[in-house]
């Protein structure tokens, strides 16, 4: 059974840093393309950025590029946000999304999705 659990959500002032994890089980990781979305109320839910199975393509929504960073640890079965500059916008549900054939921008496209953790930025 595949999981992917979240963590590191919580609140933050707006120009602070925030790290979320995603740990991965029941899945070949190195195989898995992973990515993070964030779906804010009232919104549709978002690319924030998604990372191929190597680790070595990398696709960035629009809103975060310059600010936030993606990577994997293979060892750990573990994906990272690093989130930096955070802005009130930022705020939103945050989770974590696996699929298997290639890195996708689109949310319909994956197959496997964590809980979520919510991020709030404070102005």
């Known amino acids: 059974q595949v999981q992917l659990v979240e963590s590191g959500g919580g609140l933050v002032q707006a120009g602070g840093s925030m790290r979320l994890s995603c740990a991965a089980s029941?899945?070949?990781?190195?195989?898995?393309?992973m990515a993070w979305f964030r779906q804010a109320p009232g919104k549709e839910r978002e690319i924030v950025v998604a990372i191929s199975s190597s680790g070595g393509s990398t696709i960035y929504g629009d809103s975060v590029k310059g600010r936030f960073t993606i990577s994997r640890d293979f060892a750990k079965r573990t994906v990272y946000l690093e989130m930096n500059s955070l802005k009130p916008e930022d705020t939103a549900v945050y989770s974590c999304?696996?699929?298997?054939?290639?890195?996708?921008?689109?949310?319909?496209?994956?197959?496997?999705w964590g809980q979520g953790t919510q991020v709030t930025v404070s102005s």
């Open positions: 029941g899945l070949t990781f190195n195989t898995a393309a």
């Open positions: 999304a696996a699929r298997f054939i290639g890195v996708s921008r689109r949310p319909t496209e994956y197959d496997y």
